[in-house]
């Protein structure tokens, strides 16, 4: 029987789909993030959205201010695709490496969507443009159409929409961000089998450790809803699967999404899991429940940097194997708290696996 490693040593990963939002927030959980990954892409679904150059630039500054003293940590800009974004806008941030991807919400498809693509038909200009750049489009992939059952809306979108938009520009660099299905799971797979090498998909901690029970264990449990919504459980272990396999189209992206607490404990509850502050430890436990803990680190640290082109980090984070008991709430720095738009203690956002133990720890250098 294999020997269980009682420590491992990684090199530093990083996340490839978080919502470090603005303001007291922003700075409340930003060393959550930036503490374990050295980068980051940067979900860009603000109010208003980041659809400029200048506002990427202004929303990276006011990272970088927020960051705690001693970090290093490099937060990856994205635009926010509207019908309307000139494509030279887009080309222009890309080229002064501003904006390293591009963001595709279709409209009210998620959190803050509503400015969103209302048809595919309209950025096909875009589209063109990130193509014969290689600049990579994010994709969060659920149709709106209000016909179709929340729990299909996935796999919906990968017939209706990824695939014709593959026929028409074979040559884009695609993530499909947050996969939840089975289908998206293989559909990802067999594109990496067949020799395409152009899409790839993140996966959170959640989907790997959720199933649709979660949302209505007890009651009605907003602190598990996130979009797309977690699905049933044997499409938690296709992504388990996935995930595990070593396969270079699969990689780390949390989709950390924090609300203020009024926002979750609403009679319409915001979509979204605040998982950054345990993210590692989220992803140790699976891989290791999956006997694979020896991929977590082409999962974590190194598909990920090789689909966007950028070099692996060199810095290492150990993970030991040592209990720890995750509290309930976020106790963000006293700086977070200051300001004029202060984040009141009752605000702020629950954690992903609150209550519960983890059996790994970070230990950062
Ligand atoms: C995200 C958010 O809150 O910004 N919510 C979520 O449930 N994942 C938006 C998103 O990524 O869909
Ligand atoms: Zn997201």
């Given at each position: ?111 803050n969507s509503a400015a969103g693509v209302s048809d ?141 607490r009024s926002g979750k404990e609403s009679a319409c ?97």
């Amino acid at each position: 029987m294999a020997e269980v490693p009682t420590s491992l040593v990684l090199r530093r990963p990083d996340d490839w789909h978080v919502h470090l939002r603005d303001g007291a927030m922003l700075r409340a959980v930003l060393p959550a993030t930036a503490r374990t990954f050295a980068r980051a892409i940067v979900m860009p679904n603000l109010r208003p959205p980041v659809t400029s150059v200048d506002a990427a630039e202004a929303y990276r500054s006011r990272i970088l201010e927020a960051l705690p003293e001693g970090i290093s940590f490099e937060p990856l800009m994205t635009a926010y695709l509207t019908d309307d974004l000139d494509p030279d806008e887009l080309a222009r941030g890309f080229a002064q490496d501003v904006f390293r991807a591009a963001k595709l919400y279709p409209a009210n498809a998620t959190t803050n969507s509503a400015a969103g693509v209302s048809d595919l038909s309209k950025i096909s200009s875009v589209l063109t443009c990130m193509e014969a750049i290689d600049m990579p489009l994010l994709i969060h992939g659920e149709v709106t159409d209000p016909d179709v059952d929340v729990f299909d809306r996935e796999a919906l979108f990968i017939e209706r929409h990824l695939k014709p938009l593959r026929q028409r520009h074979p040559q884009l660099r695609i993530v499909l961000e947050h996969i939840t299905t089975e289908e998206s799971a293989t559909y990802i797979r067999e594109a990496y089998q067949s020799g395409d090498d152009r899409i790839a998909a993140t996966i959170t901690p959640h989907h790997l450790h959720l199933n649709r029970n979660a949302m209505f264990m007890g009651g009605l449990r907003s602190d598990f809803y996130c979009l797309p919504v977690v699905k049933r459980e044997c499409h938690r272990r296709a992504l388990v699967k996935a995930a595990t396999s070593g396969l270079p189209c699969f990689f780390l992206g949390t989709d950390s999404a924090p609300h203020p607490r009024s926002g979750k404990e609403s009679a319409c509850g915001c979509a979204g899991i605040f998982n950054a502050l345990h993210a590692l430890e989220s992803y140790a436990a699976v891989f290791e429940q999956a006997s694979a803990l020896d991929q977590l680190e082409g999962f974590a640290s190194e598909h990920g940097p090789r689909f966007y082109g950028l070099p692996l980090n060199a810095d290492t984070v150990t993970l030991v194997r040592r209990q720890q008991s995750v509290p309930a709430r976020l106790t963000p720095p006293r700086f977070a708290c200051l300001g004029d738009d202060a984040l009141p203690d009752s605000e702020w956002p629950l954690l992903f696996h609150a209550g519960e133990a983890l059996e790994w720890t970070a230990e950062f250098h």
